[in-house]
């Protein structure tokens, strides 16, 4: 990302030297003295406008490095010895593109302040999010977008004590600064971290009361999530400060106590930029100090709280457990070869195929937060997300282990790459086998559908024998033959078959094995009827108003991007007039589709259609009645019929699921469960619950009779979860409806749930 670092002459002369000294703070607390504190610069970070229509954050920053550039005189020379600033004044570069293309082709020569004027409205999706919709703001942790993974290297490299993060909220508001909400800051954060903030914050306050601009802090968001930008550095030993100034949206707008212009949100902006640096240089010790010492209390943490630390199963989907491997590295967290095998909670992890991860590490706070299940909470009210329990979301096996750990462990991994692909059995004769257990299989298996080389997914187990010996295949296991079934004496082209098989097994790491004939000693032969055909999948999706961009967004992410796959993006409007004959798969992300829209895809569906309904489209499918389920309710009324008006947000509240993850038992015999465990962890957002009323065998999932693995629920909801629909598979006419309850592609992270999603793309036209 492009940011600019800001120090004086002398400064910049020793950069390195600096960096040198900075990072023993973290990587070596009690290297470093009082003393030697009291001679080093403070390293600030101010991050702008990570949402791409809050505009006003990119300007101030513009602004600020002028003023840093080109001030004279010895208060700005104080400051530039005393610190190094890093400004990063565009976080989010293709939001702020869309949002002013949009602005600025719908401004006159006199800007209009009316707020039903198109300048003033953005059409969908709007300018906040990134070129895939996602809001980079909840990336910082998980880091699957290359805008964060570029901040959080810079992060990673200079290790801030200050980072500031400028947002926009509504016009009607005024201007935010940190300390947020108190019974929501995060429990692993620090109470001297508040401290701090309440005593920057009195910087910011005398900034605005100079300038006559009004201000409040603690009466709204909160810290509690690290995946935020004011949040994740209050995890890394940092002070991280969110600002919002309410937004003028266009040039001008008409706010409750007269005009709104954009010019004196930017002066906000900027003033709070000046206060940050003011409060930087003033706290310099203090902020140092504090860094130091959350590092060396880490270490202690880790000696005192726990003996040993967390071995990673790399056997058990090895890919995700290597993407999973990966994001720990972006964040510093060190880890080693596993060099002897090890016993854990009753399973066997082999020497060369773990990774170890010791508690006594400067991340160990950090590894421990990103990676705990909670179940308890202060408060019942979320900003955002409850819980992000990462192993949950990767569906990895990340064992805490109290044995020995320098004897297990090897030489330190510095950099995870993806491998454990596989060709058993060399060329194949007869026809090869792919096993459905690995992340990217799906990718593999588009790649022999984009050369036309037909395919089957076996519907029963079945052996081979390899070397003479058995060797035994799953449901979901797909079958690549050279030879044609219905076409006597056909065949493909065998190369291209065996390169494609070689690339897959590099590129995408998957386990294919070489059968040299069709019969097998146990189930199916490999041209019986068990084998289904699978159709190369032409998919539509629901893009445009009405449509959860977020929803949306995801889905186009994993299709497009991570699995390079074609999609057709439509507008919902214009579903009712599209020939969606184009497509055997249509993803639906909208509830409210019009009749016409409606009517075209359900007489697509009956047609032979595969329908996927992600969550955001539940209530569509229910009107329509293509699923059998009821919403539960909660009784509300006696809930609250004790309590004072200003209990009743928060009692209403408290009922919301803002994102929590339950635990699903699934029928791994239904293809869109192939390849998968009986058990497994999905993410849940929306407070809407529904029951299953259908007929036996469609309901694919559904909640454990134990569901809540992390995250907050309300009690009376919690008691109704068991039992209740997660995923539904239905015929419709000659086609067929899935349906999912759950966010499968949750921001990018949720390996293990994405899994369902790409099997009912490719199998949810054969069942
Ligand atoms: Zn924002």
Redesign the pocket.
Known sequence: MIHALVSSPANHARLDEIRGEQVLLSDSPSSVSDDAIQEMPVVLMQSYS??GN?ASGTEAAILYLYYLAAGEGPAIDEALYNAVIIVEPMQNPDGRDRFADWVNRNRGGVATMDSQDREHSEPWPGGRTNHYWFDL?RDWMVTQHPESKGRIELFQTWRPQVLTDH??MGSGSSFFFQPGIPSRKNPNTPELNVRLTEEIATYHAAGFDAIGSTYYSEEGYDDFFYGKGSAYPDINGSIGILFEQASSRALRATVSDGELHYAFTVRNQFVASLTTLKAGIAMRADLLTYQRDFYATSLEMAQKNRSGGWILDLDDGRTRAQLFAQLLKRHRVEFYELTQDVQVNGKTIRAGNGLVIPDEQPQYRLIDSFTERTLEYQDSLFYDVSTWTLPLAFDVNLHSYSGNLSSVSGEEVISVALDGGSLVGGEAQHAYLMRWNRFYAPRALNRFMEAGIPVNVAHKPFSILVDGEKVWFDRGTVVIPLKGRDTPGKTWDANTVHTIAKMAVKMDHVEITAAHTGLTPDGPDLGGGSMADLTKPRIAMTAGSGASSGQTGEAWHAISERFRMEVSLIEPSRFGGADLSRYNTIILTASGLSDAASNNILSWTRKGGNLIVLSGATSWALRNNLVDIESMSIDMDSLTENLDYHQMDEARGAQAIGGSIFQVDLDTSHPIAYGLKDQMALFHQGSTLYSFTGSPGQLIGSYSMNPLMSGYISEEKLAQLPGLASVIATGEGRGNVIAFMERLNFRAYWYGSQRLFFNSIFFGRSF
């Open positions: 990570v949402h809050e703001n947002h926009e």
